[in-house]
């Protein structure tokens, strides 16, 4: 590497370091003392920097906690479009997620300490589910640009793109969601496979069965959000329709 691109690489870091250490502060607070609780001056002079400072990089408080999820969008839409170009556009995006939870160096949710936590706040506290809601719909606009490349399609026309991105990240978001509700830091991958495989004519057409699903912790409270059909066969529903879909299409 050339001594001219060290220095700014060398200059980025140091520029991320107190926005790092706003979001760790921010994030540590928040788990710690619950979200009311916590002051944006408390957050500022917990990571050794002023209010002004703060101001620089967050809008709130809720933004400063949830940063470090900010990243993730960015890493599935680096593997969104590593993909095969031959390959269609929903399987595409249904791939790439599970290439980012399969990359222990892309340190995936399940594999991150406390994010399974901070996501368990989010959903009780509206202004941070809010900010996360936020921070999603900025990595989907992203991937419409990326599947419309794919399409050869110009999203501001053509619908496509944006359907492709919208049932993509609808699953990823259900499985989230029972992931958190369910009590299993350690299911999201298979989960995210029932919620792609849930993706089916079967949700059209008629009754499906519901996979079973293992009991939490507290066996006499239902604490799981309604269960995500599909199968977990070896080869899924949802890529035998996508790949038939883009045949016909």
């Keep these: 590497m050339s001594p001219e691109r060290k220095i700014p690489e060398r200059r980025g870091r140091k520029a991320r370091r107190p926005r790092d250490t706003l979001a760790q502060a921010a994030c540590e607070l928040v788990l710690g003392r619950g979200l009311r609780n916590v002051t944006v001056e ?4 917990a990571a050794d920097v002023d209010r ?21 969008g960015d890493r599935i839409n680096a593997a969104l479009r590593a993909r095969p170009a031959d390959e269609p556009p929903l399987l595409a995006y249904r791939r790439a997620v599970l290439d980012w939870l399969g990359d222990p160096a892309a340190e995936p949710w399940h594999l991150r300490p406390r994010i399974f936590d901070l996501l ?24 419409v640009v990326i599947v419309a490349a794919r399409l050869g399609a110009d999203p501001r026309r ?40 849930a993706l089916t004519a079967d949700l059209l057409e008629g009754p499906y069965a519901a996979p079973e699903r293992p009991a939490t912790a507290d066996a006499g409270t239902t604490t799981g959000a309604t269960p995500i059909a599909g199968t977990t066969s070896t080869t ?6 996508a790949e038939g879909t883009e045949a016909t299409s």
């Design 158 to 197: 053509d619908i496509r793109p944006a359907v492709t991105v919208a049932a993509g990240a609808g699953a990823l978001l259900a499985a989230q969601a029972a992931w958190v509700r369910g009590g299993r830091p350690d299911a999201l991958p298979d989960l995210v496979t029932e919620a792609f495989d």
């Design 120 to 143: 368990v706040v989010a959903e009780e506290e509206p202004t941070l589910y809010a900010a996360f809601h936020h921070i999603r719909v900025d990595a989907q606009e992203d991937s």
């Design 52 to 72: 002004r400072t703060f101001s620089r990089y967050f809008a709130s408080k809720e933004a400063a906690a949830l940063d470090s999820l900010r990243g993730d």
């Design 236 to 241: 899924s529903t949802t890529e035998a329709v």
């Design 42 to 45: 408390e957050i500022a002079e």
